[in-house]
């Protein structure tokens, strides 16, 4: 039995070597990738011979058990080859090749896969075999299809013929087809189809309605009405429309043009304006008798503003100087509403020719016909409008002023800003306004000097919009006289007016460094109780000058001038004021002001374009002198923005103060289930505590959200805190370096490891759960050894101070203070310090201040190292060198070290996940 079993294998081989240099030959050079390509192959293919296509597609496997794709790609290139006219041949050819195949494949989808070839180049040729799957539960679809777009008497009586007898979807299927095949023949066998369930009543209509034929008009008209000409799921009322537009196409367009008149008017009286709109729209498309435009304004009569709407929409493509007469008639003769809707479809589709007529009708008694008129003149005219329309503002009520200032913001033409600026003295007050805020949204500086004249109105609104213009208008010229009646502003808005346009001024200059210069040369020698009325302009200015004036003013002023200063900082042009305020929160005294300075550090944090590390390094700082739950909760409350790990740790720790729990819980929710790679037992403790909290409303809906998230977290131990917080648990001393520990017995190991757990507990300790380094010692390393590793670690030094993460016991991750020029520590921390082959330089500058926390996210695979320094990417995927031994790469797996280098050094938080080889 082996041996004909073996026999068998080998003939076989045999066998399928006959077309080594065909089939498989021509499947090599798939994909094609030029048309060029695609060319050569079809041609390759076409030298197959009727056989070798037919084996090619036997070498077709069942679907899901190989890739078949180059067969695909092969055989469907070579159909759209043949279609070509001077292919006839191989056309021929290969319908019979693929007929062939056909009969001998059992898999469903390669037989499918064969007939959607023959779709493309089928012809009578293909009919008989394609009739013989329309019986096919499974092929009838794909037959259908294919005889459909053989589109011969053949191929039409094929599918009525399989009609009889069929059930079930492959009857819906039929009836589809028989439909897009349009065979008249076939209107009154699918007909009596009708009353046999709503799915199959949607098909046949569907088919009735592209055969078209003038006698099935009575069965549609019948199945729209018994749909009382609304949506229903046999889609009558809409298929009766299609049947109307397929029969005026194919030549009855008095018919169709009758029975659309009549389903417009039973539609109507039915409250169908769906429906009615259609048979509108199927009218006007007809246009048998009378012409759109008379059947459109006709419809203007009817009381359903939203069928007249249709009619004027449809009424846009048919415009033209005859038709719009039409329409000016039809506007004279209108009521007030009516003739609003028409001039504003005149208006939107620009019709020069009416408007005269609609200049005419700015003079309507009517409010709602006065305001239509003014924009379509607007969009018609542009400004050549303007001597009708700015003559109205005086006059105006409140709507009409609201759409004569719309249509001068939008105006176009050269002569708006002179006329506009013409007219402004003598205007009425409320007129002012408007005519100013258009010069303001046009820039026109040239007419400042209309407006400044304004600036000391006794109308206090004009005075205004004058004083918001000045933002818009005023340059670098009109400076002085801005100082000047910031001097003299003594209430809201005169002063935060004038500070904004001084601030929109100071922007256009180009160097920061004059512009506070300027600013600060004005303060000086501002009397001491209106100094603070600079704060806000220098806030807007943001540079380091600026900073240092507000600064210094809030140390040495009084209580308001400490308020200003608090309110300038808090509104920063740049994140650069956070560390300022965060200082003075560490020391303000009067509550009222500390709550003032606490809410403006949260707020800058959340406005800043910092990176959520470093956003929650500065949070973390805010929280450490919140000094009221409710600014507790304000900070845990922004910490949610902030989707990083840390943030999610660190909202945890609040779960247990009834105080915050809410809002701890809040941010947990927000940041722990946005990432799917914070996971461990840490995160899963955290979660299910929070579980238990979330009840009643949407905590319901949470709980089962994080119920999920929990249930759906990798296995294995995600993220874990190497270090405790409380002592040096997990950590040991330094022996040697690798290549040195490797040499030693095991006797001699424990004995320098218990030397150098020695000296490290005299130069490493844990104080307020923050590991500290005193400066006397060696490194500190964990007692695992670890591969591939995602860290986070955050840390801070003294002055010049220098340290560094060592990984696979190597150093090193550098941090150090950038002022050590003299060792090139002003690239920053972060690089790959020892790096010689590799890259070693940081990417970027991204340190904190001395004596402020930094935060590393450091990645390790393989031995290639990421890191993002304060949420800044640093080191992309860089290659760590072998520091002990350069000719060797990085060890495979060793400790972690925290190096030890002679100043202070502070960690907490290091959370490691290990990853997969």
Not at 357 to 365: S, Y
Request: hydrophobic share 40%; proline share 4%.
């Amino acid at each position: 039995m082996k041996k004909i079993v073996f026999t068998t294998l080998i003939l076989s081989a045999l066998g399928t070597g006959v077309y080594a240099q065909g089939p498989d030959a021509v499947l090599a050079k798939e994909p094609a990738n030029s048309a060029k390509d695609i060319n050569a192959n079809a041609e390759a293919t076409a030298a197959l011979g009727q056989k070798g296509l037919t084996d090619m597609l036997m070498m077709l496997q069942p679907n899901g058990s190989a890739d078949n794709t180059k067969i695909y790609d092969a055989i469907n290139g070579y159909s759209y080859y043949v279609t070509q006219p001077s292919k006839a041949a191989s056309r021929a050819t290969a319908v019979k090749s693929y007929i062939a195949a056909l009969s001998k494949i059992t898999d469903k989808y390669n037989q499918a896969f064969i007939i959607s070839q023959l779709q493309i180049i089928g012809k009578d040729d293909a009919v008989p075999t394609l009739k013989k799957y329309l019986a096919d539960e499974q092929l009838c679809d794909p037959a259908s299809r294919a005889l459909v777009k053989v589109n011969t008497p053949a191929s039409k009586a094929a599918l009525l013929g399989a009609l009889t007898g069929s059930e079930g979807e492959r009857r819906l299927t039929l009836v589809e087809a028989i439909g897009d095949s349009k065979n008249a023949a076939a209107a009154g066998n699918i007909a009596k189809l009708l009353g046999q369930g709503k799915k199959l009543d949607k098909v046949t209509l569907y088919a009735l309605a592209n055969i078209a034929s003038p006698a099935s008009s009575t069965v549609m008209a019948k199945a729209a009405e018994k749909a009382n000409y609304g949506y229903d799921e046999t889609n009558a009322s809409s298929l009766y429309v299609l049947y109307l537009n397929n029969l005026a196409k194919k030549g009855s367009g008095p018919v169709a043009a009758g029975l659309a008149k009549t389903l417009q008017a039973k539609a109507g009286k039915a409250g169908q304006v769906p429906t009615q709109t259609a048979a509108l729209k199927a009218l006007v498309d007809i246009h048998v008798g009378a012409s759109p435009t008379v059947l459109l304004t006709q419809a203007m009569k009817d009381d359903n503003a939203q069928y007249r709407a249709a009619a004027l929409k449809f009424a846009a493509t048919h415009l033209t100087p005859e038709t719009i007469a039409v329409w000016v008639k039809t506007m004279a003769k209108a009521d007030a509403t009516r003739k609003a809707e028409i001039i504003t479809m005149l208006g939107n589709n620009h019709a020069q020719t009416a408007l005269p007529a609609i200049t005419k009708e700015l003079k309507n008694e009517d409010p709602g016909v006065v305001v239509a008129a003014i924009k379509a003149v607007q969009q018609i005219g542009q400004d050549k409008s303007l001597d009708d329309l700015l003559p109205l503002l005086n006059t105006a009520n409140a709507q009409q002023l609201v759409a004569i200032h719309g249509a001068l913001l939008v105006m176009k033409g050269s002569t708006v800003v002179p006329k506009v600026a013409q007219a402004l003295p003598s205007a009425n007050p409320i007129a002012q306004i408007a005519l100013i805020s258009v010069l303001s949204a046009r820039k026109a500086h040239d007419k400042i000097d209309v407006v400044k004249p304004l600036l000391n109105n006794s109308n206090a609104d004009v005075k205004e919009a004058a004083l918001i213009s000045m933002q818009s208008l005023a340059g670098p010229e009109d400076l002085s006289q801005l100082f000047s009646m910031l001097s003299k502003a003594n209430a809201d808005p005169e002063i935060p007016e004038t500070q904004a346009a001084i601030i929109s001024v100071i922007s256009q200059m180009k160097d920061p460094g004059s512009q506070s210069a300027m600013v600060l040369q004005q303060m000086n020698n501002a009397p001491a109780n209106r100094k603070s009325l600079y704060f806000s302009i220098l806030a807007g200015i943001g540079d380091k000058a600026s900073l240092a004036a507000v600064s210094k003013a809030y140390d040495s002023g009084d209580s308001d001038t400490q308020k200003a200063a608090v309110t300038a900082l808090s509104g920063w042009a740049n994140s650069s004021a956070i560390r300022e305020l965060l200082h003075i929160g560490q020391s303000v005294q009067d509550a009222g002001l500390q709550n003032r300075v606490f809410n403006g550090i949260v707020k800058s944090i959340g406005k800043s374009d910092y990176p959520a590390d470093e956003k929650v390094i500065f949070l973390r700082e805010a929280m450490d002198i919140a000094r009221t739950n409710d600014q507790k909760n304000l900070v845990l409350e922004e910490l949610a923005n902030n989707k990083t790990y840390v943030a999610f740790l660190y909202a945890g720790k609040f779960l247990d103060d009834p105080q915050l729990q809410t809002a701890a819980s809040a941010a947990i929710v927000s940041i722990g289930v946005s990432d799917k790679g914070f996971y461990g037992n840490d995160a899963k403790a955290i979660l299910n505590k929070v579980i238990a909290m979330r009840r009643g409303g949407d905590g319901d809906y949470e709980r089962e959200a994080i119920k999920k998230f929990v249930a759906e977290m990798p296995a294995g131990d995600g993220y874990v805190s190497i270090f405790n917080g409380t002592d040096l648990t997990g950590w040991k001393g330094l022996v040697g370096n690798p290549i040195e520990r490797s040499k030693m017995d095991a006797a001699t190991l424990a004995k320098e490891q218990q030397k150098a757990d020695s000296i490290m507990r005299k130069g490493w300790y844990v104080k307020d759960g923050v590991l500290n380094f005193s400066g006397n010692g060696e490194n500190i390393c964990t007692i695992k050894q670890y591969r591939n590793i995602d860290l986070y670690v955050d840390w801070k030094i003294e002055p010049k101070g220098d340290a560094g993460i060592y990984l696979r016991g190597s150093p090193q991750v550098q941090v150090w203070d950038t002022s050590r020029v003299d060792v090139g520590a002003q690239v920053g921390s972060g690089g790959l310090y020892n790096n010689q082959a590799h890259e070693s330089k940081p990417s970027k500058l991204a340190d904190n201040a001395i004596g402020e926390w930094n935060s590393f996210h450091i990645i390790m695979k393989d031995d290639k190292v990421t890191v993002y320094f304060n949420g800044v990417l640093v080191v992309d995927n860089v290659v760590m060198d072998n520091y002990w031994d350069r000719k060797l790469p990085i060890f495979p797996k060793e400790q972690l070290e925290l190096q030890a280098h002679g100043t202070h050094v502070y960690y907490r938080d290091i959370y490691l996940k290990e990853l997969p080889e």
